[in-house]
């Protein structure tokens, strides 16, 4: 059996845990990603939705665009996943909402014609 990886909210109102496996990890450069979480780029890290479960808490719906949904903590505001009506079968999470994220390194970058021009990556 694969580890477990847990991570949350904030202020600890939301906690959730998946079992680690060999996911797609990207740093979006999207506007609405920039908006949503007011910071250059995110993080995200694509978890099969039968290998991810809240442990505590309930996440509040933001419908970001006609073709996705964004939850977030209601009482802090940490963004933590994304799910796209084409991708049902996973559930995007914001890699920097985990317990350990320096132990993911992002592989892919996308939406890099949205980039910011000052930000400075080793890609
Ligand atoms: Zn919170
Ligand atoms: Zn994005």
Redesign the pocket.
């Known amino acids: 059996m694969n580890k477990q990886l847990s991570g949350g909210c904030f202020c600890g109102s939301i906690r959730y845990t998946f079992e680690h496996g060999d996911y797609l990890t990207a740093n ?7 908006r949503t979480s007011a910071a250059p ?2 993080s ?1 890290i694509v978890v099969p939705n039968n290998h991810f479960r809240y442990t505590a808490g309930k996440p509040k719906l933001l419908k970001s665009s006609g073709h996705g949904s964004r939850y977030f903590c209601p009482d802090c505001g940490t963004p933590i996943a ?1 799910i796209l009506d084409s991708h049902p079968d996973v559930i995007d999470i914001t890699l920097c909402s985990l317990d350990t994220p320096e132990t993911i390194i992002p592989e892919h970058e ?2 890099t014609e949205t980039r910011m021009p000052w930000l400075t990556t080793n890609k």
């Open positions: 979006c450069h999207c506007t609405m990603c920039r780029f995110v995200w994304c996308v939406y």
